[in-house]
C-alpha cells in the first residue's frame, strides 16, 4: 500500500518537530500558514505567518526546557488536501507533567502546510500546564 503525498508531508513535519528541526519545518509550511492553538494560555492563539508559527513551536520547547515529545498514531488523508492527524503528547514543565492526546487537522496547497487546526483532549488541564504567561 503506498503512502499519499500528504500523509508524507506530515509524518515529515511530525519527525522534523520531534528533532527540533525548524528549517525542514519552514521549508514545508507556506509563507502565510497559520497555526490556531486552542485555550487561553501563553501558547493558545492564532499564530499568523510561518516565522510566528516556528516561534510558537520555540517557546513550546523553551517551557518545557525540551522535554517534550511527541507520539504520532496516525495520519489520514482525505486526498483534496486536507489531513488529520492524532498524536500524543509528554511533557514537563515547572513541578507538572502532561500526558494528553490531541490532534492536527491540516490544510495543504501545492504540496505545503499552509493552515493547521489544533484540539487537545482537555482544553482546561492544557491551558493550567502551559500557563497564562508572565
Request: hydrophobic letters at 35%; aromatic letters at 8%.
Given at each position: 500500500?503506498?503512502?499519499?503525498?500528504?500523509?508524507a508531508?506530515?509524518?515529515?513535519?511530525?519527525?522534523?518537530?520531534?528533532?527540533?528541526?525548524?528549517?525542514?519545518?519552514a521549508?514545508?509550511?507556506t509563507?502565510?500558514?497559520?497555526?490556531?492553538?486552542?485555550?487561553?494560555?501563553?501558547?493558545?492563539?492564532h499564530f499568523k505567518?510561518?516565522?510566528?508559527?516556528?516561534?510558537?513551536?520555540?517557546?513550546?520547547?523553551?517551557?518545557t526546557?525540551?522535554?517534550?515529545r511527541?507520539?504520532?498514531?496516525?495520519?489520514?488523508?482525505d486526498?483534496?488536501?486536507?489531513?488529520?492527524?492524532?498524536?500524543k503528547?509528554?511533557?514537563?514543565?515547572?513541578d507538572?507533567?502532561?500526558?494528553?492526546?490531541?490532534?492536527?487537522?491540516f490544510?495543504?496547497i501545492?504540496?505545503?502546510i499552509?493552515d493547521?487546526?489544533?484540539c487537545?483532549?482537555?482544553?482546561?488541564?492544557?491551558?493550567?500546564?502551559?500557563?497564562?504567561?508572565?
Amino acid at each position: 500500500m503506498s503512502q499519499h503525498p500528504d500523509t508524507a508531508l506530515v509524518r515529515q513535519g511530525y519527525a522534523a518537530f520531534s528533532n527540533g528541526d525548524m528549517e525542514t519545518l519552514a521549508s514545508m509550511m507556506t509563507t502565510d500558514c497559520v497555526h490556531h492553538a486552542p485555550g487561553q494560555s501563553q501558547v493558545s492563539g492564532h499564530f499568523k505567518g510561518r516565522d510566528n508559527v516556528l516561534a510558537m513551536y520555540g517557546k513550546l520547547f523553551e517551557l518545557t526546557g525540551g522535554t517534550m515529545r511527541v507520539e504520532l498514531e496516525g495520519v489520514y488523508p482525505d486526498g483534496r488536501g486536507h489531513v488529520i492527524s492524532v498524536h500524543k503528547i509528554f511533557a514537563e514543565r515547572e513541578d507538572r507533567g502532561i500526558e494528553m492526546r490531541g490532534g492536527l487537522f491540516f490544510t495543504i496547497i501545492g504540496n505545503k502546510i499552509s493552515d493547521i487546526d489544533e484540539c487537545v483532549e482537555d482544553i482546561d488541564e492544557a491551558d493550567a500546564f502551559w500557563g497564562m504567561g508572565t
